[in-house]
Each structure stands twice: as structure tokens, then as C-alpha cells.
């Protein structure tokens, strides 16, 4: 498969300290073990033009408070507080090269945030996704984004989950649904 690089987003999703570090409040190993190739992933598409853009998962401290039903405080436990050490992206991954970062604050990075508007002003259509959770934040966006129409291709040796199961249900839900599934071997750059 080649992709045009001015099409092109790597799409880094929530790989911060809180989920990917052995001491974060959410530690996945899966998550951790994902790091070095999405580092490479982001190397390369930085190198042939493609955009890159990380999403960073941050709550304030009182943003469930008057929760009538959604509040992951109560799902997960305190994770990724705004200000917090959790909430920092984890270190051995070139943040240098990030275009954008899209701050969220729930599962979908296309629910009220600027990404879907500063994708479309660069013309970029082809998004490729890694990051964590796979079946949680990963997933939740990658079929936002599809449902916009652009074309998410999740790289399976670059998502991240808490049990392996959950990663292959990610993956074969967003490649029977709205997306299509690939290792980051599998493509290269016009």
C-alpha cells in the first residue's frame, strides 16, 4: 500500500505516562510494549512529510463532578489529571516531531476538539492509528473518523491494550465496521 504524505496523518493516540509507564494509575504492558515502534512510525512519516498529530487524554479534577451518567473517574479511577505527571506523554517518543497535539477529554478525539477541522484544512485524508487503548480511546476515534470520512487504517503492531483479547476484538471490529488493519510494515510513501 502507498500513501501520499501531504494526505497523511499518523494519528499517536494517549501515549502518556498514566497508561504506557509501569507506575501510571492505568498501566497496560501492552501499552508500554508499543512505544519503540510507534517512535519508528513516527520517524519515518516526520522524514517523508506526513503530518503527525498526538492526542493527550486529560481531565481536569472536577470535570465529572456533576456527572448525570458519563464519568470515567468512576469507570477507571483518577487517570490522566490535567497538570498531573500521568498526563504527560512518555519519554523515548519524538515529540519534536509532532505537528499537533489534540487535547480530549473523553474516549473520541474528534468529540469537541479542532482535529477533524485541522485535518481538512491541510487536505490530509489517509489516517494511520497506533496508540492506546485499542479497544477503548483507539478505537472510539478511529471510527469517528471514519464516520467523517476519512480513511483509518490501524496499524495492529502499534496499538496497545490491557489483554490481548481486547486488542483483537479492536481490530476486527474496526476492520469489519469502518477501517481497515494493517502492520507498519505494510505501506510506505509516494
Known amino acids: 500500500m502507498e500513501l501520499e504524505p501531504d ?3 499518523v494519528i499517536v493516540v494517549d501515549m502518556q505516562n498514566d497508561f504506557a509507564h509501569p507506575d501510571g494509575a492505568l498501566y497496560a504492558p501492552g501499552s ?3 512505544i519503540e515502534p510507534i517512535a ?3 520517524e519515518r512519516a516526520a522524514d ?3 503530518s503527525v498529530v498526538f492526542t493527550r487524554d486529560l481531565h481536569p479534577p472536577e470535570q465529572f463532578d456533576d456527572a448525570h451518567y458519563y464519568d470515567e473517574f468512576d469507570q477507571w479511577g483518577e487517570h490522566v489529571v490535567e497538570g498531573s505527571w500521568g498526563a504527560e ?3 523515548d517518543l519524538p515529540t519534536d516531531r509532532v505537528d499537533h497535539v489534540v487535547e480530549k477529554h473523553t474516549y473520541d478525539a474528534f468529540q469537541r476538539t479542532e482535529l477533524e477541522s485541522w485535518l481538512a484544512a491541510r487536505g490530509i485524508r489517509d489516517l494511520l492509528f497506533c496508540g492506546t487503548l ?3 480511546c483507539v478505537l472510539h476515534t478511529a471510527g ?3 464516520l467523517r470520512d476519512f480513511r483509518p487504517i490501524l496499524l495492529a503492531d502499534c496499538i496497545g491494550a490491557i489483554e490481548d483479547e481486547h486488542h483483537e476484538y479492536a481490530l476486527e471490529h474496526a476492520e469489519w465496521l469502518f477501517g481497515e488493519v494493517h ?8
Request: charged letters at 15%.
Open 7 to 9: 494526505e497523511t496523518a
Open 32 to 34: 508500554a510494549d508499543v
Open 40 to 42: 519508528s512510525l513516527v
Open 48 to 50: 517523508a512529510g506526513a
Open 89 to 91: 506523554f512518555v519519554d
Open 134 to 136: 485499542a479497544n477503548v
Open 144 to 146: 469517528s473518523a471514519g
Open 183 to 190: 502492520g507498519s510494515d505494510e505501506f510506505s510513501f509516494a
